[in-house]
């Protein structure tokens, strides 16, 4: 097209494109065009990643097939004037590049990102799992030498078929994630990044898995289809975590429904600066709250977190209250002073040795505190309030499992008589929390071990902070009175399973480079949780991750005599207030330590 094209425009058509000659001189051109670009690799890249070296390319290769056609040409005595050469050149550059430059604008989206300064150090050699948009902004980055992706882009891989032996900003994709092993050892890696941020759970953690089998530093980064282009240069490398090995998609917040409820309102979050009361501040601002009220005993993280929120959301109005929920003077004066529509009830003692120790404080603050912030809100009339509560609620073995169960029991009782809408949520533990498993385990790794485990057998259920603080502000739009709401948390995960992944994530090798030591149970410690008692079921709702507890029903006399009889044991002996839990709380049997 582009010599038939030039030649018209020239004038020179009649002269040169005799009919017998035009298919046989056309022929050779476009032979010696295909041979030319094949040999510049121009009919193997993804061309919807592609960027200047790329187009550099082509130019480079048009203009040395069309001297190379000129050459030829002139040898076999075929002669053409120089000028058709010339336009036939301009033509076939802008046909070659302009075809694949409107392929690239209807695959991705338009924008770019922007390099960064160059930091001179050390740069991994580094294979990347994805041969899409994630991938192909990951070796582009990297071949700026870009300081938040640091590491060479050596090779690629993708389980599309259709990608294989393609290239992406000059990276071959050579093979599939079963090819992983081999392609480590055949380029010597030392990183491996996993840039496939669309892909499901399960196909992430089959990925992780076979990458752990290498010894490379392992990365991941987020799906850039999520991100504005304006957000694009802030993205970076982090390290694979124990969350991304769960094998369960990431829950996300139906915000629409959320805001329904919450935006414009005033939202208390007691316990608002620990690890789940933060996590929801951060989900409720999401939904525009006109003033969001964070009350919590301790003053340095409900500043800090106070200070990120008004940074991010200049439209909500985010004021932090000192106190604690054991206090009820202190209680009343905020909720009298905010007069909130939705409360989350988040502070509370969880450790579970600590409070075996300690009884009566576990009685006072999840037991009073939550009797206290209840009162409150019935009296000053909030609309919604959600307790937060636990697994270890569930036929418990721990005095912290039994108080908290105590304060589910303690909003099935108001429900009955309040105007206020009162709920739980119920759900296992929580990835990074303050004094969970994790931080522990990789405080341990870095010290040189050994992990310790208390029993090799015992299990747990797991959900990361925001998946955890997602469905709780999803169940608690839910509430019509005195449900207890089930998170579905997925499947149990061994806890010395979750410590060998730690260990190997961390590039070291389980009972090899470090030890894995076996302490036996706690005391109040259960091998395995439960998410029901045993008298219960469930009840689905319309979201399938959310289940609701279907459970006797708790007697209004009986559980008012049990409040007043658990204040009496708070100034009593450990051993009454002990006592008084048992009687209060009939499926938890204490047993002496």
Not at 190 to 211: F, G, L
Not at 329 to 344: L, N
Not at 576 to 583: G, L, N, R, S
Request: charged residues 25%; contains cysteine.
């Amino acid at each position: 097209m582009a010599y038939w094209a030039a030649s018209w425009l020239t004038n020179v058509y009649d002269e040169v494109f005799i009919d017998n000659e035009i298919f046989f001189t056309i022929g050779i051109l476009a032979l010696i065009n295909v041979v030319i670009l094949g040999a510049f690799r121009l009919y193997n890249h993804l061309w919807e990643y592609a960027s200047l070296e790329e187009t550099l390319q082509i130019v480079l290769s048009v203009v040395l097939a069309t001297l190379t056609g000129a050459a030829f040409l002139w040898i076999i005595d075929v002669r053409l004037p120089i000028r058709v050469f010339a336009g036939a050149c301009i033509l076939l550059i802008f046909l070659v590049g302009g075809t694949r430059l409107i392929y690239r604008a209807r695959r991705r989206k338009p924008g770019t990102a922007t390099g960064l300064d160059r930091l001179h150090e050390k740069r991994p050699r580094s294979l990347i799992v994805g041969a899409g948009e994630t991938g192909s902004l990951t070796i582009q980055r990297m071949s700026r030498h870009d300081p938040l992706m640091p590491g060479i882009p050596i090779v690629a891989t993708d389980d599309d078929p259709k990608k294989r032996k393609m290239r992406i900003h000059g990276v071959k994709v050579e093979g599939g994630s079963e090819d992983i092993v081999r392609l480590v050892e055949k380029y010597d890696i030392e990183q491996i990044v996993v840039a496939i941020p669309s892909a499901t759970m399960e196909e992430r953690k089959r990925i992780y898995e076979i990458c752990m089998r290498t010894d490379c530093k392992l990365k991941t980064l987020p799906n850039v289809r999520e991100l504005r282009v304006d957000e694009l240069d802030g993205i970076g490398l982090r390290d694979v975590d124990v969350a991304d090995l769960l094998g369960r998609d990431e829950i996300l917040l139906n915000t629409r429904a959320v805001a329904a409820n919450i935006a414009g309102e005033t939202v208390l979050v007691t316990g608002g600066g620990g690890s789940i009361g933060s996590e929801l501040c951060r989900q409720l601002c999401m939904v525009a709250p006109k003033r969001l009220v964070i009350f919590d005993i301790y003053e340095n993280d409900a500043f800090l977190l106070a200070n990120e929120l008004r940074s991010r959301y200049d439209d909500v109005e985010v004021i932090v209250e000192i106190g604690s929920v054991c206090e009820q003077s202190r209680i009343d004066e905020v909720f009298d002073k905010y007069r909130p529509a939705a409360v989350y009830h988040a502070a509370a003692h969880k450790h579970v040795p600590l409070m075996e120790a300690c009884p009566r404080e576990a009685l006072r603050n999840n037991v009073l505190g939550t009797l206290y912030t209840v009162r409150a809100a019935d009296r000053t009339g909030v609309e919604r309030f959600t307790f937060i509560s636990t697994d270890k609620a569930v036929n418990p073995t721990s005095v912290m499992g039994a108080t908290k169960r105590m304060g589910e029991i303690i909003i099935q009782y108001y429900a009955q008589t309040s105007k206020t809408i009162f709920s739980a949520v119920r759900f296992g533990n929580v990835l990074g929390s303050h004094g969970s498993v994790i931080p522990i385990f990789q405080k341990q790794i870095a010290a040189g071990g050994p992990v310790t485990v208390t029993h090799p057998e015992i299990e747990r259920y797991f959900m990361t902070i925001p998946e955890a603080a997602r469905l709780v502000v999803q169940a608690s739009i839910m509430g019509k009175g005195g449900e207890i709401f089930i998170l579905n948390m997925g499947e149990p995960v061994k806890i010395v399973d979750l410590a060998r992944n730690l260990i190997q994530l961390s590039g070291l090798e389980p009972d090899k480079d470090i030890k894995i030591e076996f302490t036996g149970l706690r005391p109040g410690e259960k091998m395995y949780e439960e998410l029901l008692m045993n008298e219960e079921t469930t009840v689905p709702t319309r979201d399938s991750r959310i289940m609701i507890s279907a459970g006797e029903e708790v007697c209004y006399d009986e559980v008012s005599a049990k409040i007043d009889e658990l204040t009496a044991a708070i100034d009593a002996t450990d051993e009454e207030a002990i006592a008084a839990i048992e009687h209060a709380v009939p499926t938890y049997h204490h047993t002496a330590n």
